[in-house]
């Protein structure tokens, strides 16, 4: 009854960092989940309802939650980490500088973990980058990249600042698909 990180995630994590999955699963089941993997407060459920509301309308995608205790499995799930405590016990697990990540429609082929999201449990609503943050993770689960990934960099176009998938641009932060989202979507 612990979270536990399954062979389909081992391809996902920072496997240079020496990790070893064994090791990551032996602290989350001698760990309380609800420590690690703390529930979601009702005010961020209702922000990612409204991001998912957001990328909807956008990209014409119909957004239907289930609750994984009824039997369902979603195709985007959706889990709050403490990143400060795993990373205390194990080295390398998550980037110092990483708030929230999660896996592309073709991450490895993987259907098992696409879609999923992970945020920091220490960010908290109010301030516009925990908003920021679950509209950039859905936008990656939808398929988007960064803009500095390759893409728009390739074509000699710098349109960070239009697309909410850019954070090297250096201004307010998005909090909902802008200009170039909405174009790739």
Excluded: C
Aim: hydrophobic share 35%; proline share 4%; no cysteine.
């Amino acid at each position: 009854d612990h979270f536990a990180l399954d062979e389909n995630y081992s391809l996902a994590l920072d496997i240079g960092a020496g990790l070893n999955l064994s090791q990551v699963n032996s602290f989350l089941s001698n760990s309380s989940k609800s420590d690690i993997f703390p529930e979601f407060s009702e005010s961020k459920k209702d922000l990612i309802r409204d991001s998912l509301s957001d990328w909807g309308e956008i990209s014409n995608i119909s957004f239907t939650e289930v609750s994984e205790s009824d039997g369902g499995y979603g195709d985007f799930r959706f889990f709050q980490f403490d990143k400060d405590k795993i990373n205390k016990e194990i080295k390398g697990v998550f980037p110092e500088d990483a708030s929230g990540y999660s896996y592309l429609p073709n991450y490895f082929g993987n259907l098992a973990i696409i879609g999923d999201v992970f945020l920091d449990s220490n960010i908290e609503p109010g301030d516009g980058f925990y908003e920021y943050l679950i509209s950039h993770e859905i936008g990656h689960s939808l398929g988007l990249t960064h803009p500095f990934d390759g893409y728009l960099e390739n074509q000699g176009l710098d349109k960070t600042h239009l697309t909410i998938m850019g954070y090297d641009d250096y201004g307010p932060l998005a909090m909902e698909p802008m200009q170039e989202d909405i174009s790739a979507m």
